[in-house]
C-alpha cells in the first residue's frame, strides 16, 4: 500500500529531534505492528491487486490455456447483465431492511438489557446464543422449520405452502433469519452507548418535564448517535456480503440471490474466473462506496476517530 | 534516610521544549519539602526524575551522596505515592502493601509482620484481605501510602497524593501524612498544586513556574517576602490584591488614593532605581477598619462596600478600584490556573480586605480602612520583581 | 405501592420470557430434530416422542464429519492463537507507544474489517492453487487469520487502554524490575482481555462458512459448517436432516459454552473496542 511509505519519510524529517529513547519507542511500535502489517496487505491487498489483474482478462477455468487480455469486457459483460442488478438489488433490499429492522429491534433490546429490574444476566446470556451461533446452523434450523411436512413453522401455514420456493416469502424468510441472528451484536453495541448516557442527565429531563417518549428521542437518541452510527456502519456492511444464510435457505434460487451468491455461483459453477473476479471488485467498489458515504456524512462518529485520543 | 540533592537539574523533551531548567536544591535528611506551582510547572517532572521514572537531561541528582543519574528506580531505594494511588487491582490490601518487600525478596515472616505494623498505624487492619476495588477513596490513599512506608526507603515522593480526595478527608489526611512523616522522619518530596497544602505541611516550600523555580524557604518566608509578582500572587488565600500605581519621589499614586512611601519602602526603590509604572501588592489583612484600628498611624482610603462576607472570626469586604485590572503574564497564569479567568469577572479590579468581625460595614456603605504599608509589596510590571524585597 | 411493584415486576418477567424465548427457538428446534428418530422427523412436534442418540452416531461414524470436526477445532484453534499473538503485538503498540504510521495501521485494519470476503475468494482461490495450499489447513488460517485480526487489534487495544499504566511506574519504584513489571502487575493485568479476545476471534473462525466451502474440495481441510451442506443421507433416497441437525448441535455445544461461562467478559469484549466516548 502507498500509505506505507509515509513513517519512513517523517522519521528523515524529525530524526534530529528525537532523543534515543523516542526513536527506540518508534522503532519497537514498527516492530510489534509489522507482523499484523504485513498479514493484512498480503492477504487483502495483494489478493484483490490480483483480482483487479484477473478481472481484465477471459479467463474460464474449463480452458485455462487460453487465457487472454479483454481490457474492461468482463465488467461491461456483467453490468450489462441482469444477473448482476437482480443480485445487486435483492442485496440491497436484504440490506436495507433487515439493518432497519435490527435497529428498532435491536434499541428495543438494549432497552431491555438495561432497565430490566432481574434476570439480567440470564437475559444477556440468552441474547448471546443468537450472535455466537454457527449461522449456517441457524440458516438450517429456520430452513427445517419453514419446509412442510418437517417444521413447526411450516405447520402453521396453509397445507402444501412451502415458502422458500417463492421469491417474496423467501426474501422476507432470509430477512427474518438475518435479523434473528445479528439483532443481538446491534442491541450490545447499542447497550454500550446507552451506557454512556448520564442517569443525571435523564433525570433532568424528567424534572424538565420531558415525556419519555420525549426523553428517548431527544435526550437518549442524540447522546447515543455515535454508538448508533458505530453499529449502523458495522451491520449495514456486514449484510451487504449477506451469503451463509441464503446459500443454505434457499441456495439463490428463486431470485433471492444476493451478489455474494453470484460471485460464488460464477466462480464455483460457471467456473469464470475472469468474469468472477470483475464480480468481486464490482462488490468491492459497492462496500468501499457505503463505507465512504458513512464516514463522509458522520466523520468523527466514524470507529477510528476514538482511537486517536 | 538520607538528603536529596538537585544541581542544576534540567528536563528537556525530544520535541525541544524545556519541562525543567537548572533547577538547584538540597533537600536536607528529614526535611519536608514541597514543590507547588500551576499545572505544567514542572513539578511532577522534577519529582519522577527524583523517582527515576524519568531521565535527566542534565545535571546531578544526589541521594544520600551517591550520584543516581543513571540508576533504574529499583536501585535508588525511595517510594512513592501515586495521584492515582496506582494499586494493583489484582492484589489484595496485605498483597500490595508488601510487593516491595516481596520483590526486595525479604521473607514472608517479616513481610506480613510488617504489613501488619503499617497498618496498624494506617487504621487498615480490617481491610487486608479486601480488593482495592472494594475500598473507599479515603481507604485506598490509606494503602498507597502504606505500601510506601513498609519498606522504610531513604525517601518519600508524593505526587498529589490527596488531590483525589473529597475536602473534608483531604484536610483530615493532610494532619496524618504530617504526622506519619515527623514520627518516621523520613526525608520527602510532595508536589501539589494546591498552596493551602503547601504551606500547611512543608518544612520548605519550593514554587516552580514553567520549569523555573521561582522562590524557595519556609511557608512564612514565601508568604511575607515573595520575592516577585508570581510568589506573591500564588501564595495565599484570599490571595494577594494587586493595583496599578505611579510613583513619585515619596507617594504612591493608586486608584484607592495616594499612599506615602515609608522609609523602608523609598529605601528599596532608590536602591533599586525603580521605574516610574509599578504594581502595589497588598494582602487582604494589610486592610484594617479605621474606626476600630488600634494605632492611627498610616494613611487611609475610602470606599464602597459592595459585598461582605462574614466569617465570624473575619470579615471580607470586597470593593472595586477604578482603572481596570492589573494584566501581567504571571498574573493571567495564575488566573488561568485557578479558573479565575472563567468567572467573568472582567471590568475593574477587585479589591479585597480582611477585617475584624466587628466592623460595622455594610454593603454599599462607605467605609474608611487603614492601610498598613509595612505589609505593602511594589512590584515592577516589565519582570515581576519585588522591588521592596531585602535581597531580590 | 406493593403492588404496582409486584405488576411491574411481572410486566418486567413477561418481557424476560419473550426475549429469551426468541433467542432459544430455533436453536431448540434444531436440538429437538436431532434427537428424532428418522420416523418421527416429520411430526412437527418440538419435543421429540421417541429420544435417541441414532443422529448423533450415525455422525461421528463417518469420517466426512469426525474428519471436519478435527479440522474445525484445528484450524480455529490455530488461527486464533496466531491472530492474538500478532494482534497483541500491535495492540500494546497502539495503546501504549507513540509512532508515525499508527492512524494508518487503525486505518487499515479498520477497512480490513469491512472488506467483503467474497472478493477475496476468486483470487485467493487461484492464489491458493498455484502455491499448493489449495484444500489444506494453512489454506483456511491464513484468511481466518487475517479477517480476525482487526477484531482482535480493536477489543485489545481498548482492554489495553484501560489498564492503568501508573500501575507499571509504581512497580518500577517498588522495586521491581521491567520484567518483573511486567510479569507481576501488567499480565495479569492484561490477561483477561486477551483471553476474552481468543474466545471472541475462536467464534468469528468457528463460524466461517464462505470460505470454507470455496477454499476447499475434500475432506481434508473441510470445516463442519462446510461439510454440513455437503452432507448426504445414509442412503440416496434418505434426506440427512436428521445428521445434519445433530452435526448441527455438536458444533453449536462450544459456543454455548463459552457465552454461559464467559457472557460478561464477551460482552465487555465485543462493545469495548466499537464504542468508546
Request: charged share 20%; proline share 6%.
Amino acid at each position: 500500500m502507498s500509505t506505507m511509505a509515509e513513517p519512513a519519510k517523517d522519521e528523515a524529517k524529525d530524526k534530529k529531534a528525537l532523543s534515543a529513547g523516542a526513536r527506540q519507542e518508534r522503532r519497537l511500535g514498527w516492530l510489534l505492528c509489522a507482523p499484523a502489517v504485513i498479514v493484512m496487505v498480503a492477504v487483502t491487498a495483494y489478493p484483490i491487486c490480483y483480482a483487479v489483474y484477473l478481472s481484465l482478462q477471459r479467463y474460464d477455468l474449463r480452458f485455462p490455456d487460453r487465457a487472454e487480455f479483454t481490457g474492461l469486457s468482463n465488467y461491461g459483460a456483467v453490468l450489462t447483465s441482469p444477473f448482476w442488478w437482480d443480485a445487486f438489488w435483492v442485496t440491497l433490499f436484504l440490506t436495507v431492511v433487515s439493518v432497519a429492522i435490527e435497529l428498532v429491534l435491536g434499541m428495543g433490546l438494549a432497552l431491555v438489557m438495561h432497565r430490566t429490574l432481574f434476570a439480567r444476566g440470564t437475559v444477556r446470556t440468552a441474547v448471546l446464543i443468537p450472535y455466537g451461533i454457527v449461522t449456517v446452523v441457524a440458516a438450517f434450523s429456520w430452513q427445517y422449520a419453514w419446509t412442510p411436512e418437517l417444521g413447526y413453522l411450516a405447520g402453521l401455514l396453509p397445507s402444501g405452502d412451502a415458502p422458500l420456493t417463492e421469491q417474496w416469502p423467501a426474501l422476507w424468510l432470509i430477512i427474518l433469519a438475518e435479523v434473528w441472528k445479528t439483532t443481538p451484536f446491534m442491541a450490545l453495541l447499542l447497550l454500550a452507548g446507552l451506557a454512556l448516557v448520564p442517569e443525571e442527565t435523564l433525570r433532568a429531563a424528567m424534572v424538565d418535564g420531558a415525556t419519555p417518549w420525549q426523553r428517548f428521542t431527544k435526550v437518549m437518541l442524540p447522546l447515543m448517535k455515535p454508538a448508533i452510527l458505530v453499529a449502523l456502519l458495522f451491520r449495514t456492511l456486514d449484510a451487504f456480503r449477506i451469503f451463509d444464510n441464503i446459500y443454505v435457505l434457499t441456495a439463490g434460487a428463486h431470485g433471492t440471490g444476493s451478489l455474494s451468491i453470484l460471485g460464488y455461483d460464477n466462480l464455483f459453477t460457471a467456473l469464470n474466473l475472469g468474469i468472477g473476479s470483475a464480480i468481486s471488485v464490482l462488490i468491492f467498489i459497492c462496500v468501499g462506496i457505503i463505507a465512504f458515504t458513512f464516514v463522509k456524512l458522520f466523520g468523527a462518529a466514524a470507529p477510528g476517530a476514538e482511537v486517536k485520543r | 534516610m538520607a538528603e536529596i540533592v538537585l544541581e542544576g537539574v534540567t528536563k528537556r523533551y525530544p520535541d525541544g521544549s524545556l519541562a525543567v531548567r537548572d533547577v538547584n536544591l538540597e533537600i536536607a535528611d528529614g526535611e519536608f519539602v514541597i514543590l507547588v506551582g500551576p499545572s505544567g510547572c514542572g513539578k511532577s517532572t522534577t519529582l519522577n526524575m527524583i523517582a527515576g521514572l524519568e531521565d535527566i537531561t542534565e545535571g546531578t541528582l544526589r541521594i544520600g551522596g551517591q550520584v543516581v543519574n543513571d540508576l533504574a528506580p529499583k536501585e535508588r531505594d525511595v517510594a512513592m505515592v501515586f495521584q492515582s494511588y496506582a494499586l494493583y487491582p489484582h492484589m489484595s490490601v496485605r498483597e500490595n502493601m508488601g510487593f516491595p518487600l516481596r520483590l526486595a525478596k525479604v521473607d514472608k515472616a517479616t513481610i506480613d509482620q510488617k504489613v501488619e505494623e503499617a497498618a496498624r498505624v494506617l487504621d487498615l487492619v480490617e481491610f487486608l484481605d479486601r480488593k482495592p476495588a472494594n475500598l473507599s477513596g479515603g481507604q485506598r490513599q490509606r494503602v498507597a501510602m502504606g505500601r510506601a512506608i513498609v519498606r522504610n526507603p531513604k525517601a518519600f515522593l508524593m505526587d498529589e497524593p490527596l488531590s483525589n480526595l473529597d475536602a473534608k478527608l483531604r484536610v483530615q489526611m493532610r494532619t496524618q501524612i504530617s504526622r506519619i512523616q515527623r514520627r518516621l522522619g523520613t526525608t520527602t518530596v510532595y508536589v501539589t498544586h494546591d498552596q493551602t497544602e503547601a504551606m500547611t505541611l512543608g518544612d520548605r516550600v519550593v514554587v516552580m513556574r514553567q520549569g523555573l523555580v521561582q522562590q524557595v524557604g519556609t511557608p512564612a518566608e514565601l508568604y511575607d517576602m515573595p520575592r516577585n509578582l508570581f510568589v506573591a500572587g500564588f501564595i495565599g488565600s484570599p490571595s494577594m490584591n494587586f493595583v496599578q500605581a505611579s510613583l513619585t519621589p515619596d507617594t504612591l499614586r493608586t486608584p484607592l488614593g495616594d499612599l506615602p512611601l515609608d522609609d523602608r519602602m523609598r529605601r528599596e526603590l532608590e536602591r533599586r532605581d525603580a521605574p516610574r509604572e509599578v504594581i502595589v501588592g497588598l494582602r487582604p489583612e494589610a486592610f484594617e477598619d479605621a474606626s476600630l484600628a488600634r494605632d492611627t498611624a498610616g494613611p487611609t482610603v475610602t470606599v464602597t462596600v459592595e459585598v461582605l462576607e462574614s466569617l465570624g472570626s473575619d470579615a471580607y469586604v470586597y470593593f472595586t478600584a477604578e482603572g481596570g485590572p492589573v494584566s501581567t503574564a504571571e498574573l493571567d497564569e495564575l488566573a488561568t490556573d485557578s479558573g479565575l479567568a472563567d468567572t467573568g469577572a472582567g471590568g475593574d479590579q477587585q479589591i479585597v480586605a480582611r477585617l475584624d468581625a466587628a466592623t460595622r460595614a455594610r454593603e454599599g456603605q462607605p467605609i474608611e480602612l487603614r492601610v498598613d504599608l509595612s505589609k505593602a509589596h511594589v512590584f515592577d510590571p516589565k519582570n515581576g520583581t519585588n522591588l521592596t524585597h531585602p535581597e531580590s | 405501592m406493593a403492588a404496582a411493584g409486584r405488576s411491574h415486576a411481572t410486566r418486567w418477567g413477561v418481557v424476560n420470557v419473550v426475549v429469551v424465548l426468541y433467542a432459544l427457538f430455533p436453536v431448540w428446534w434444531i436440538v429437538a430434530l436431532s434427537f428424532k428418530a428418522p420416523s418421527t422427523l416429520t411430526d412437527g412436534s418440538y419435543i421429540p416422542t421417541d429420544w435417541t442418540w441414532e443422529n448423533y452416531k450415525g455422525i461421528f461414524q463417518t469420517s466426512e464429519f469426525t474428519r471436519a470436526l478435527i479440522n474445525s477445532i484445528g484450524i480455529a484453534l490455530i488461527a486464533t492463537v496466531i491472530a492474538v499473538i500478532l494482534g497483541t503485538m500491535a495492540a500494546y503498540a497502539v495503546a501504549r507507544l507513540r509512532f508515525p504510521g499508527k492512524q494508518v495501521l487503525i486505518g487499515m485494519s479498520l477497512l480490513i474489517a469491512m472488506f467483503p470476503p467474497i472478493s477475496l475468494v476468486s483470487p485467493l482461490f487461484n492464489i491458493e492453487r498455484s502455491i499448493g495450499i489449495f484444500d489444506t489447513w494453512p489454506g483456511l488460517i491464513i484468511p481466518y487469520m487475517t479477517f480476525s485480526l482487526p477484531l482482535a487489534i480493536y477489543t485489545l487495544s481498548a482492554f489495553f487502554r484501560e489498564i492503568p499504566w501508573d500501575l507499571e511506574k509504581a512497580a518500577k519504584v517498588d522495586g521491581a524490575t521491567p520484567a518483573q513489571a511486567f510479569r507481576l502487575v501488567i499480565v495479569p493485568l492484561a490477561a483477561p482481555g486477551v483471553f476474552t479476545t481468543a474466545i471472541l476471534v475462536f467464534i468469528f473462525c468457528w463460524n466461517d462458512f464462505l470460505f470454507a466451502i470455496s477454499l476447499t474440495s475434500t475432506e481434508s481441510a473441510r470445516t463442519v459448517p462446510a461439510a454440513i451442506a455437503f452432507f448426504t443421507g445414509s442412503s440416496q433416497f434418505q434426506q440427512p436432516t436428521g445428521s445434519i441437525a445433530a452435526a448441527a448441535v455438536v458444533i453449536t455445544v462450544p459456543i454455548i459454552i463459552f457465552v454461559l461461562l464467559f457472557q460478561r467478559r464477551i460482552v465487555a469484549g465485543l462493545t469495548s473496542g466499537a464504542v468508546k466516548g
